[in-house]
């Protein structure tokens, strides 16, 4: 079963948008943690947050900021003043405690033009 | 710390052939993955090791073999390479503590690129 949806396959926004990644998931644990991760046009996998599920409250990094609301299942990802170094495929992971894996999303693929 | 270190960054297996990616860790954590990710395509689980000695398959692992000897290094095993493993393969590592319930983000290595033809 799908455990974490990021339903848009492919945004493109004009540089300086605001642009914001969705990312819903499923568990019956009470525990457990998310994710998001970068990944350029060069492939690395770059870390930018880890959420538990007893932590509801946004967090904001510069020009990042992440919603997380447990009633809908929500963890999404806004970039607010969008430049162009921001286009890559960003994922969404979930990882409950009661499991040993990290479930990831299918991405979202950013494409930022000047 | 060097992170997580993948070799090789690229490799061309003809069919028929084997061969071991290694993967090597030096932040001491107890959690190692392997992934597969097909061109345009997401991250899909192979096998995972929750200790030294300890190996588990994930979502996709016909085809591969793991080992896990020691804390550091967890090398992946491709026997009988076929063009369906044609992919970019990326090793992480994370520290858990189920006991805890604690589970931090895990740390990638560049990945290896292997075309098999």
């Known amino acids: 079963a799908q455990k974490v949806t990021q339903a848009q396959t492919e945004i493109s926004v004009v540089e300086k948008e605001d642009v914001t990644l969705d990312c819903v998931y499923e568990t019956r644990d009470t525990t457990y943690y998310l994710f998001w991760y970068k990944q350029p046009p060069s492939g690395e996998l770059v870390f930018l947050i880890r959420?538990?599920?007893?932590?509801?409250q946004n967090e904001i990094s510069g020009r990042y900021s992440w919603n997380f609301q447990k009633s809908t299942s929500s963890f999404n990802f806004t970039i607010t003043a969008s430049q162009v170094v921001d286009s890559a495929v960003y994922f969404c992971a979930l990882s409950e405690a009661i499991l040993d894996d990290m479930r990831f999303g299918a991405g979202t693929r950013l494409t930022v033009k000047p | 710390n060097a992170g997580v270190t993948q070799t090789p960054k690229f490799r061309i297996l003809k069919i028929g052939q084997s061969m071991t990616l290694q993967c090597t860790q030096d932040?001491?954590?107890?959690?190692m993955y392997w992934y597969r990710q097909d061109p345009g395509m997401g991250l899909k689980l192979i096998y995972y090791?929750?200790?030294?000695?300890?190996?588990d398959k994930g979502e996709v692992p016909n085809g591969y073999n793991v080992s896990r000897s020691t804390t550091e290094d967890f090398p992946l095993r491709l026997e009988l390479a076929a063009p369906s493993q044609t992919s970019v393969y990326f090793c992480?590592?994370?520290?858990?503590?189920?006991?805890?319930?604690?589970?931090?983000?895990?740390?990638f290595g560049p990945g290896t690129r292997l075309t098999v033809t």
């Open positions: 090791s929750v200790g030294a000695g300890i190996t």
């Open positions: 959420r538990n599920s007893f932590d509801e």
């Open positions: 932040m001491n954590h107890n959690y």
């Open positions: 992480a590592s994370s520290y858990r503590d189920r006991g805890l319930q604690l589970s931090y983000e895990q740390y």
